[in-house]
Nanobody
Framework: QVQLVESGGGVVQAGGSLRLSCAAS????????TGWFRQAPGKEREFVAQ????????QYSDSVKGRFTISRDNAKNTVYLQMNSLKLEDTAVYYC????????????WGQGTQVTVSS
């Protein structure tokens, strides 16, 4: 069982930056992906970015491409989401998730961290 804990959320002005962290309870050996999702009030959860266990093969949603960067440090069992040029519409609860080994099916989820972008 993998436990994921997000941190780094907060309140930031539009145009500012935040870095989210997702710490896993233990190192996972094998092929899997880790992703970030977000859910704004009254909206469905949406995909933000994902990265393969090796640190390569990143993908981003069109809404964050060029502004957000996902990365990982396997020595620290941690995945990061660097968010730059934040917009009001980036306000949401951000969740970290990890897939089942050898699949793209996200089965492990963190509790989420709130990001609020103010004008």
């Amino acid at each position: 069982q993998v436990q994921l804990v997000e941190s780094g959320g907060g309140v930031v002005q539009a145009g500012g930056s935040l870095r989210l962290s997702c710490a896993a309870s233990a190192r996972t050996f094998g092929t899997y992906i880790t992703g970030w999702f977000r859910q704004a009030p009254g909206k469905e959860r949406e995909f933000v970015a994902q990265i393969r266990w090796s640190g390569t093969g990143t993908q981003y949603s069109d809404s964050v491409k060029g502004r957000f960067t996902i990365s990982r440090d396997n020595a620290k069992n941690t995945v990061y989401l660097q968010m730059n040029s934040l917009k009001l519409e980036d306000t949401a609860v951000y969740y970290c998730a990890q897939s089942r080994l050898g699949t793209y099916e996200y089965v492990y989820w963190g509790q989420g961290t709130q990001v609020t972008v103010s004008s």
